[in-house]
């Protein structure tokens, strides 16, 4: 039972680098997300897709794209990389959106750009 | 906005001591709530959850009531175990879309035998 699955699990980058975090899922969920965990902040959404071939801005979507790729992969691309953009990332599905549904979450990745 | 406040911790508690977190939020409508748990080096983990006021959710020995008329939802056991050494996210859900989904900053408990 994969659930969410992350890649990959940590990450090193230089200022300026590029790179994608990679997630899917196996649960046959409508709604994805990616959130950014930093110490003492909670979780914060970055961007979400609420089905496959649709995604909206979350709280903090500035250095970020994603790409619904179908309904089972959703990425997250950092296009130019900043020391701000050090932080764990977790990606999210549901079954759907409203306030019933829970969310499953993969292991995360650990970034840190130098 | 909606927000949901709770205690940081860190909370340090002896084997089979008793266990309360507070949680309380602010959201216009009537917000379903949760508490989540992350294990160290884990994503989170849905451990309960209410939908409505008065409900009580429950999991693994830990309940949570929903109060409206407080705005609470804190989460309590009654024996904690080494085992529940981790971090516990309060969170509500108050919308359609997902950005309406807020959690806490989190709590983090950490158990001694």
């Known amino acids: 039972n994969a659930g969410v699955t992350q890649t990959p699990k940590f990450q090193v980058l230089k200022t300026g680098q590029s790179m994608t975090l990679q997630c899917a899922q196996d649960m046959n969920h409508n709604s994805m997300y990616w959130y950014r965990q930093d110490p003492g902040m909670g979780l914060r959404l970055i961007y979400y897709?609420?089905?496959?071939?649709?995604?909206d801005k979350g709280e903090v979507p500035n250095g970020y794209n994603v790409s619904r790729l179908n309904k089972r992969e959703f990425s997250l691309r950092l296009e130019s990389a900043a020391p701000s953009q050090t932080s764990v990332y977790f990606c999210a599905s549901s079954e759907g959106q409203g306030p019933n549904y829970g969310y499953t979450f993969g292991s995360g990745t650990r970034l840190t750009v130098v | 906005g909606d927000s949901v406040t709770q205690m940081e911790g860190p909370v340090t508690l002896s084997e089979e001591a008793f266990l309360t977190i507070n949680c309380t939020y602010t959201a216009t409508g009537y917000p379903s709530l949760f508490w989540y748990v992350q294990y160290p080096g884990e994503g989170l983990q849905l451990l309960l959850k209410?939908?409505?006021?008065?409900d009580k959710g429950s999991n693994k020995g830990f309940e949570a009531t929903y109060r409206k008329e407080t705005t609470s939802f804190h989460l309590e056991k009654g024996s904690v175990q080494v085992s529940d050494s981790a971090v516990y996210f309060c969170a509500l859900s108050a919308g359609f879309y997902g950005q309406n989904f807020v959690f806490g900053p989190g709590t983090r408990l950490s158990v001694l035998p």
């Open positions: 209410a939908t409505k006021a008065d």
């Open positions: 897709s609420a089905s496959e071939g649709t995604t």
